[in-house]
């Protein structure tokens, strides 16, 4: 299966601090790049995306920053706050299969 | 609206036995994809359906596991001969025709004894 990687695999963050969450893929044919949100016995949901023809997204706290070069995405939370604690899932969107890929997950904890 | 809705919650079956899932999207939606997660794992892909197109069954792991969509809404996941290593998560999001955003439902969770 096409491989996408996410780093770190688990992030402690004081409150009020920046928690910044990397993916990493291979495929070129990727159109679309999402970051979900899970909290635990929840299915994920959307929190922000990109499309490849802009370099950042910024919603609210969220901030989306993409570099198609290099074939990197991250999100950053500014201002972390305790119920931000989660898993994060990047999930890049496969333009030929229109599937989508997902990350092995980011498990969040903001300490208050 | 009504979002994603998935049942049964909870499925504590015996190994050998049959199991179905069901999935029902939002209304309107016409891509439905089937998604497994196994405990602190992220989501492995395993059909997606779009309209009345063919199916994309390339992530269904064996023969045991099948899916089919009716009318174009309602989805079964079907798991036939259940093993141990089937107990997961079993999610469903639906989709517009575009595909973009995906709305979830709260999952499955499938024990297998």
């Known amino acids: 299966q096409q491989q996408v990687k996410q780093s770190p695999q688990s992030l402690i963050v004081q409150k009020g601090g920046i928690s910044i969450i990397n993916c990493a893929y291979e495929?070129?044919?990727?159109?679309?790049f999402p970051w979900y949100q899970q909290f635990p016995g929840k299915g994920p949901a959307l929190l922000i995306a990109?499309?490849?023809?802009?370099s950042e997204k910024k919603e609210g706290r969220f901030t989306i920053s993409f570099n198609k070069s290099a074939k990197q995405f991250s999100l950053h939370i500014m201002d972390s706050q305790p119920g931000d604690s989660a898993t994060y899932f990047c999930a890049p969107r496969d333009n030929y299969g229109q599937n989508f890929v997902f990350g092995p997950g980011t498990r969040l904890s903001v300490l208050p | 609206g009504a979002g994603v809705s998935q049942s049964p919650s909870n499925k504590v079956t015996e190994k050998g036995k049959d199991v179905e899932l069901r999935c029902d999207p939002i209304?309107?939606?016409?891509?439905l994809y089937w998604y497994r997660q196994s405990l602190g794992q992220g989501l492995e892909f395993l059909i997606y359906f779009q309209g009345n197109s063919a199916p994309d069954k390339s992530g269904l792991p064996s023969d045991r596991f099948s899916a089919e969509r009716t009318g174009g809404s309602v989805s079964t996941l079907t798991i036939q001969r259940t093993q141990q290593e089937d107990s997961a998560v079993y999610l469903c999001a639906s989709s517009t025709r575009t595909g973009y955003e995906q709305y979830f439902g709260p999952g499955t969770r499938l024990t297998v004894t």
């Open positions: 495929n070129t044919a990727f159109d679309y």
């Open positions: 209304s309107g939606h016409t891509a």
């Open positions: 990109i499309r490849p023809d802009v």
